[in-house]
């Protein structure tokens, strides 16, 4: 465990802003990260996980720790699940392509998302009508008040639209150590009807899909729509889809007929937050070296240079210009740090 000083966070956010970090260190074990934390050296402390779901606008005056917890077990195994665990710092595409290979079901849809493992629970990540709490069996924190290891289970972490109790009450409190998931084995329940699957699947001449197609669709639809953050900047998508009650929804319906919606519940209608965007006329728009990406209008891009605060002056350009036209208030995904 090295400490060091004065580093650049350029690598370690997948928007590429570059701010600088006072002190940095990238932990690879609890036993070191209880070490950090229960030192005095340092006062200030700043969790950076995988990077993709923030918005670095400022540099960092305190000891950033990179959360970089590796491995994959199996806990227990059944005849039709098993629950396998994975570290916080495992790359989250690379664990689905573990669950993959080893045909275990469940985490298919949610292919190609960035981010690592230690986060998913926070946002509650999702994608092509799957949730990370549609398999999330439990997952341990380290309570950093007491340094005890706690268990969260579905029911504690109040799952709800990218959200969670880890962005709420208990938001600064825990560090996430592993996630457990609940995967099924045999007799895989697939879910085609959200987005594209279905049709990317018919161009594939998949009659039959296994996890494995499905996984392979949602990657070709996400790489034909996203940009790669290797490449281009950027965090996904920045904003969350609004739900409107019914009502509102009628009402915006009466002035936007062919506005695309998905329901709810009886009372509620989600609404898709790049449908608004788009037809604002912000998709492929472009304000010097970052914008809106010209194939999807939910996904800021950072062209290369941009600070983050030309990011967020944007963002806060389209929430006042979306709420002038349809009088919705969208609310931005990331973390705005």
């Known amino acids: 465990m090295q400490i060091q000083n004065n580093i650049s966070l350029q690598p370690y956010n997948t928007f590429?802003?570059?701010?600088?970090?006072?002190?940095?260190?990238?932990?690879?074990?609890?036993?070191?990260?209880?070490?950090?934390y229960s030192s005095s050296?340092?006062?200030?402390?700043?969790i950076l996980g995988g990077g993709s779901n923030m918005l670095l606008t400022k540099d960092i005056d305190a000891l950033v720790i990179h959360v970089n917890l590796k491995g994959i077990h199996i806990i227990?195994?059944?005849?039709?699940?098993?629950?396998?665990?994975?570290?916080?710092?495992?790359?989250?595409?690379?664990?689905?392509?573990?669950?993959?290979?080893?045909?275990?079901?469940?985490?298919?849809?949610?292919?190609?998302?960035?981010?690592n493992v230690g986060t998913s629970p926070i946002q509650n990540i999702g994608a092509y009508g799957v949730e990370l709490k549609d398999c999330f069996h439990s997952c341990e924190a380290l309570n950093l008040e007491t340094l005890n290891?706690?268990?969260?289970?579905?029911?504690?972490?109040?799952f709800d639209y990218r959200n969670s109790i880890f962005k709420q009450e208990a938001k600064g409190k825990y560090i996430i150590l592993n996630v457990t998931f609940s995967l099924t084995k045999t007799n895989h329940p697939l879910k085609t009807e959200y987005g594209a699957i279905k049709s990317e699947l018919d161009r594939l001449h998949v009659?039959?899909?296994?996890?494995?197609?499905?996984?392979?669709?949602?990657?070709?639809?996400?790489?034909?729509?996203?940009?790669?953050?290797?490449?281009?900047?950027?965090?996904?998508?920045?904003f969350k889809n609004p739900i409107l009650t019914k009502a509102a929804f009628e009402?915006?319906?009466?002035?936007?007929?062919?506005?695309?919606?998905?329901?709810?519940?009886?009372?509620?209608?989600k609404v898709p937050a790049g449908w608004l965007i788009e037809t604002a006329g912000f998709k492929g728009k472009?304000?010097?070296?970052?914008?809106?990406?010209?194939?999807?209008?939910?996904?800021?891009?950072?062209?290369?240079?941009?600070?983050?605060?030309?990011?967020?002056?944007?963002?806060q350009?389209?929430?006042?210009?979306?709420?002038?036209?349809?009088n919705i208030s969208i609310e931005a995904e990331v973390n705005i740090i």
Not at 89 to 112: A, C, M, P, Q, R
Not at 208 to 227: E, G, M, Y
Not at 251 to 269: I, M, R
């Open 207 to 238: 009659s039959n899909p296994t996890i494995q197609d499905i996984s392979k669709a949602v990657i070709n639809i996400r790489q034909s729509k996203l940009p790669d953050p290797k490449k281009i900047g950027n965090s996904g998508s920045f």
């Open 16 to 36: 590429g802003i570059d701010v600088k970090a006072k002190q940095f260190v990238s932990i690879s074990s609890v036993e070191d990260l209880k070490h950090i």
């Open 41 to 46: 050296d340092y006062p200030n402390k700043f």
């Open 149 to 158: 290891i706690e268990s969260f289970d579905k029911e504690d972490c109040r």
């Open 317 to 326: 350009l389209i929430q006042t210009t979306i709420l002038r036209i349809f």
């Open 251 to 269: 009402k915006l319906q009466t002035n936007f007929p062919d506005v695309p919606h998905y329901k709810v519940s009886e009372t509620e209608v």
């Open 76 to 115: 227990e195994s059944f005849d039709d699940r098993v629950l396998v665990q994975a570290n916080a710092g495992e790359n989250w595409h690379e664990f689905v392509l573990w669950t993959l290979k080893n045909d275990y079901g469940g985490l298919e849809n949610l292919s190609l998302i960035p981010g």
């Open 286 to 315: 472009t304000f010097k070296n970052y914008g809106v990406h010209k194939k999807q209008a939910l996904v800021l891009v950072n062209y290369g240079g941009a600070t983050g605060k030309d990011i967020l002056d944007l963002s």
